[in-house]
Nanobody, 116 residues
Framework: VQLQASGGGLVQAGGSLRLSCAAS????????MDWFRQAPGKEREFVAG????????YYADSVKGRFTISRDNAANTVYLQMNSLNPEDTAVYYC??????????WGQGTQVTVSS
């Protein structure tokens, strides 16, 4: 599986962005899909995840109520809708495909910068 993340950019605080992660390969629908992020000088952290069927989305406390993860298995794409962004959300965002305990595949990352 190859993953290509896109949709990042510069946005003012309070604004919104929608990230996309397009996957190649016919087994996309068998993977749980997650979004992670890494801010400068910090470790990579989990943001949101969604099961292979699209049910049971789960979120880090820091983004709960503001971010929404979804997927379209027919389009081999997972999305992350990010609303009410604040400067603490500034990071490189990565998508990942997971079958076991840890991600099996990573996307290349897309930069999100939120200005105050």
């Amino acid at each position: 599986v190859q993953l290509q993340a896109s949709g990042g950019g510069l946005v003012q605080a309070g604004g919104s962005l929608r990230l996309s992660c397009a996957a190649s390969g016919r087994t996309f629908s068998s993977y749980r899909m997650d979004w992670f992020r890494q801010a400068p000088g910090k470790e990579r952290e989990f943001v949101a995840g969604i099961s292979w069927s699209g049910g049971n989305p789960y979120y880090a406390d820091s983004v709960k109520g503001r971010f929404t993860i979804s997927r379209d298995n027919a389009a081999n794409t997972v999305y992350l809708q990010m609303n009410s962004l604040n400067p603490e959300d500034t990071a490189v965002y990565y998508c990942a495909a997971t079958r076991g305990r840890a991600p099996d595949y990573w996307g290349q990352g897309t930069q999100v910068t939120v200005s105050s």
